[in-house]
């Protein structure tokens, strides 16, 4: 599997900043997916049970994709221009050990 491994974030905006967080949101992950190891673009969705919470997800290649991706020089600085707009945030790694098959 190409995308067996994923970057993922439960992001919540301060109060009022929503739309910077999505940009620089945004600006971020753009630069996370020029990345070496990077295995597609990366989302971002809305809770719908808790609409001031996101979910983000990135594909990678690998686990020491992923590590060296959040060791690279720029890593910090760039998601300190995230995290300013950012009340409470949760990053994990995660590995794919299954998925469903679809059917007709």
């Given amino acids: 599997m190409s995308d067996a491994f994923y970057s993922t974030g439960s992001w919540q905006p301060l109060a009022g900043q929503e739309e910077p967080f999505l940009e620089a949101w945004t600006e971020f992950s753009s630069w996370a997916g020029s990345q070496p190891g990077a295995a597609g ?35 910090k600085q760039r998601m300190s221009g995230v995290q300013e707009f950012v009340d409470k945030f ?15």
């Fill in 41 to 75: 673009a990366a989302v971002l969705a809305r809770d719908l049970r808790d609409p001031d919470r996101f979910i983000s997800f990135m594909p990678w290649e690998s686990l020491d994709a992923i590590q060296a991706w959040k060791a690279h020089d720029e890593f």
């Fill in 90 to 104: 949760a990053p994990t790694e995660t590995e794919v050990v299954a998925r469903a098959r679809r059917t007709a």
